[in-house]
C-alpha cells in the first residue's frame, strides 16, 4: 500500500515560518491530487490546500495569501510552505493523495503537529 510521512513539524512564532513536506512511500496513479488538512484538538478537520497533478491549486480563505502548496512529481513529494504563521494555524497537518479516477484510492499520513505560539 502507498504510505504518505509528513515531515516538517513543530513549534513556530507567531509571525514565523514553516515548510512541511509529505513524501510517498510509492508512486501514486499520474492523475491525483495531493492535499494538506489540518485538525485541531477537538475540532473538525478541514482542508488547507490541495493541488492537482498539473499544478492548480487550491487554498481555504484562511491561508490564502500565506500558504504555498507545491509538489514534485518525481520526489512524490507535496509540500506546503506556511508563512505569516497565526496561533490559530496550531494543528496536526495531515497529508492526502486522491486519484483522480471515479472510485480511485485515498491515502493518508499521519500527521505533523504544529504549534504557532503567541
Known amino acids: 500500500q502507498v504510505q504518505l510521512v509528513e515531515s516538517g513539524g513543530g513549534l513556530v512564532q507567531a509571525g514565523g515560518s514553516m515548510r512541511l513536506s509529505c513524501i510517498a512511500s510509492?508512486?501514486?496513479?499520474?492523475?491525483?491530487?495531493r492535499g494538506w488538512y489540518r485538525q485541531a484538538p477537538g475540532k473538525q478537520r478541514e482542508l488547507v490546500a490541495t493541488i492537482t497533478s498539473s499544478g492548480r491549486t487550491n487554498y481555504a480563505d484562511s491561508v490564502k495569501g500565506r500558504f504555498t502548496i507545491s509538489r514534485d512529481n518525481a520526489k512524490n513529494t507535496v509540500y506546503l510552505q506556511m508563512n505569516s504563521l497565526k496561533p490559530e494555524d496550531t494543528a496536526v497537518y495531515y497529508c492526502?493523495?486522491?486519484?483522480?479516477?471515479?472510485?480511485?484510492?485515498?491515502?493518508w499520513g499521519k500527521g505533523t503537529l504544529v504549534i504557532v505560539s503567541s
Open positions: 492526502n493523495a486522491r486519484t483522480s479516477l471515479p472510485g480511485g484510492m485515498d491515502y
Open positions: 510509492r508512486s501514486i496513479f499520474s492523475e491525483n491530487v
